[in-house]
Every structure is written in C-alpha cells, then in structure tokens.
C-alpha cells in the first residue's frame, strides 16, 4: 500500500534532491484514551519541498510531528522512510536516521553563546577537552550555508539575539546534525514581518538544500509563500493534502474550518485524486 518514488530513485543510498516522498505515512492512527489525536492519517513528505501542515487548535498537529519524531509510537500505520519501512521507537531512533524538530520555543539557552548552544549535549571533544575550534568553524559553516549573515559574533550569547536569529540558531542546530528532515513548529509566530521574512527565507533555503521540511503555520501568508505542498488536518484526519497549487486561501480555511470544500471541490466516487486524499464527505 505504501506509494514511493518509483521514477525518479537515485541509486546512491543519500535521500534524493527534490523527487519523492522521502517520507511517507499510511494509515497512522494515535488515541490518548477516548481522544482520536490522529485517523487513519496519510503523509508524503518529500525531499527538497516545504510542506505546510495546517489546522485547527486539537486538529492533530503536534502528535502527527510528535508520531514522526519518535516520541510517541503509533497506535496504527506505517512509516516509510527513504522507501524503507522504520519503526521508531525513540526519539534518538528519529534523530539518528536524520530527523530533526524545531520546537515552538526553540529550547535554546539564553546565557549561552551561539555555538554553545548548537553543540549542547553533543559537544566536540579532542583529547579530554572540548574542540572550541573545531565547534566554532562547524557553526560558522552551518550558518553560512544557511545564508545566516546578521548575526555578529557566533560568541554572543543567544539571549543577545532577534527572534529570527534565535529561531536561524535552532534551525542550524537541528540541520548541523546531518538532517535529512526538518519539522518546524510555528516558526514565524512569535515574529515581525522582516524577520518573518528572513526565516520564511531559511526555510527556503534548506529545501532547495534537499532536505524535507515540515511546518506548522497558522499562518495563512507564510504557507503560501513558502509552501510547495498543503497538509491540513481536521479533528484527526487528513482533510486534504496536496500540492500549494490545488488551493487557494478559501478553500485552506473552509478545509481547517471544516474539514471540507463544499463550494468548489467536485469529488469523484472511489477517487482519492488530485492529491486530496479521502476526505470529501459531502
Ligand atoms: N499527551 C496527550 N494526552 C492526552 N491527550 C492529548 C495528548 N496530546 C494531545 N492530546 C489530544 O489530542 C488532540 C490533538 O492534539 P494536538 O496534536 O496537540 O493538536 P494541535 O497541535 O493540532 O493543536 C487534542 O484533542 C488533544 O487534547
Ligand atoms: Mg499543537
């Protein structure tokens, strides 16, 4: 059942550059008690390509970001990886096969400086001491390949910094460790409209690197900015999930609102077509 890259799988063991889904999950369902957090969920996450993952506050977001990131095992469902089915079964699981999450408040440490804080519980050591030189050129590269340029000193302590400089620390942080996947959550929303900018930018950025990334906006501007792709959950279910193009911002709210796009969306009996994947109960 699970639908892979068929056409475009290079023979290297890497992730490949744009084509696929690197990951995908197929019928992945998660209960807390009598609450259904996630149905029957399907998602194709691919490679070099922003996906956006919208909807409503209880819709499902973080523990379907939650289920890809090991800290909870799904009740139900399969997750491919890079065409190969994985369990996780631990967040160091996720971590290892390249799966990083930047959480809504970045987990930063404000007293400590720029590098310290990239290399916080997996600081390069060289004989019984800690490689400052090494640790300092590894996040002066990552930051430069991710185009970070404001800030001044990679010494200054992170409380110094914006809040777009913040949230590029926790991006480089969680792509230094050899990423393959980023998720995001609500990156921009603690931001102003330049730094908006500059991070939507960022975003950018590392898919065209190749790297998959998720991110969770409710913000409607931001997704379509950034956005190749459009998930949007309602109470549980993948409403509707498909390339940006599909949508319009009518038709993303009347899906977050209700799970549906009544006015303009012609279902066709048996066909899970277009993209929109099994939700059209009309
Ligand atoms: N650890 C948990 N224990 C019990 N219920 C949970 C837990 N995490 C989430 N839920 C419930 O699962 C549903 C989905 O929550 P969540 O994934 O946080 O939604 P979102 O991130 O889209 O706002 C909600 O009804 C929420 O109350
Ligand atoms: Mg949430």
């Known amino acids: 059942m699970a639908v892979i890259d068929q056409g475009h799988r290079p023979s290297a063991p890497q992730p490949p550059a744009g084509d696929g889904p690197f990951l995908s999950l197929r019928g992945v369902s998660k209960s807390f008690g009598a609450v259904q957090a996630l149905s029957e969920v399907d998602l194709d996450l691919p490679a070099g390509q922003v996906t956006a993952l919208m909807g409503d506050n209880g819709a499902g977001k973080s523990t379907l970001v939650k289920v890809i990131s090991g800290i909870f095992g799904p009740d139900q469902g399969k997750m491919r990886w890079g065409g190969s089915e994985v369990q996780l079964r631990s967040p160091k699981e996720a971590t290892r096969l390249g799966i990083a999450t930047v959480y809504q408040d ?28 090494s640790m300092e050129s590894q996040a002066r590269t990552t930051l430069a390949d991710l185009s970070v340029t404001t800030v001044r000193s990679i010494r200054q302590p992170v409380a110094s910094l914006s809040g777009g400089q913040r949230q590029a620390v926790a991006v480089a942080r969680a792509v230094m460790g050899k990423a393959k996947l980023v998720m995001l959550d609500e990156p921009t929303a603690a931001l102003g409209v330049s730094q908006t900018a500059m991070v939507l930018d960022l975003i950018s950025r590392l898919a065209s690197s190749g790297i998959a990334v998720l991110v969770i906006s409710h913000n409607l501007n931001d997704v379509l900015k950034v956005a ?44 899970a077509g277009g993209g929109t994947q099994g939700a059209q109960e009309l």
């Open 228 to 271: 190749d792709r459009v998930a949007i959950l309602y109470l549980g279910r993948m409403a509707a999930a498909g390339p940006i193009s599909e949508f319009d911002t009518q038709k993303i709210v009347q899906f977050i609102t209700s799970g549906t796009a009544a006015d303009r969306v012609h279902p066709r009996p048996g066909a």
């Open 106 to 133: 970045l987990a930063l440490c404000d007293n400590l400086d720029i590098v310290q804080n990239m290399f916080l519980g997996r600081e390069a050591v060289r004989r019984r001491l800690l490689d400052e030189g």
